[in-house]
């Protein structure tokens, strides 16, 4: 079974105003995103070990983008018209709840990795400004 297009949408596509199709996709990549995106991310599920359980708790971060466009031909064979959208969304773990019978404790999860790159970070700006605070004397 074929629908036909709503005169209403018709018109608008034929004015070049945004379709039901760049909403569709809007909503579709919204709803993907929003699912990732949830407390469960951030607290996983318990382990329980004797007395003791554990939660990891995870720092989450998520980038969205969504874009629609239409090329400025004449008609309708030289012209288009197009929309999309993408997301990616990145966890890692920062730290650990645990609850024993000795009381609620939270350790925190060190990355070595982006710690050496926050200390390489941070000493190539200081050499740099040392340059240029030198190059600055001598004249």
């Known amino acids: 079974m074929t629908e036909e297009q709503p005169v209403e949408e018709k018109a608008a596509q034929d004015k070049g105003e945004f379709t039901n199709v760049s909403v569709d996709t809007l909503q579709a990549t919204m709803e993907?995103?929003?699912?990732?995106?949830?407390?469960?991310?951030?607290?996983?599920k318990p382990i329980?070990?004797?007395?003791?359980?554990?939660?990891?708790?995870?720092?989450?971060?998520?980038?969205?983008?969504?874009?629609?466009?239409?090329?400025?031909?004449g008609d309708?064979?030289?012209g288009g018209h197009g929309s999309g959208g993408g997301g990616r969304t990145f966890a890692r773990p920062v730290a650990a709840i645990?609850?024993?019978?000795a009381g609620v404790t939270i350790q925190p999860?060190?990355?070595?990795?982006?710690?050496?790159?926050?200390?390489?970070?941070?000493?190539?700006?200081?050499?740099?400004?040392?340059?240029?605070?030198?190059?600055?004397r001598r004249h």
């Open 32 to 44: 993907k995103f929003l699912d990732t995106a949830n407390v469960k991310a951030v607290f996983a």
């Open 48 to 73: 329980q070990q004797g007395d003791t359980t554990i939660i990891t708790c995870s720092e989450v971060m998520a980038v969205l983008g969504f874009g629609v466009g239409e090329c400025c031909g």
């Open 76 to 78: 309708a064979t030289n």
């Open 98 to 101: 645990i609850a024993s019978p």
């Open 109 to 136: 999860i060190m990355d070595p990795t982006k710690l050496w790159i926050a200390a390489l970070t941070t000493l190539g700006f200081m050499f740099a400004m040392m340059g240029r605070m030198r190059r600055g």
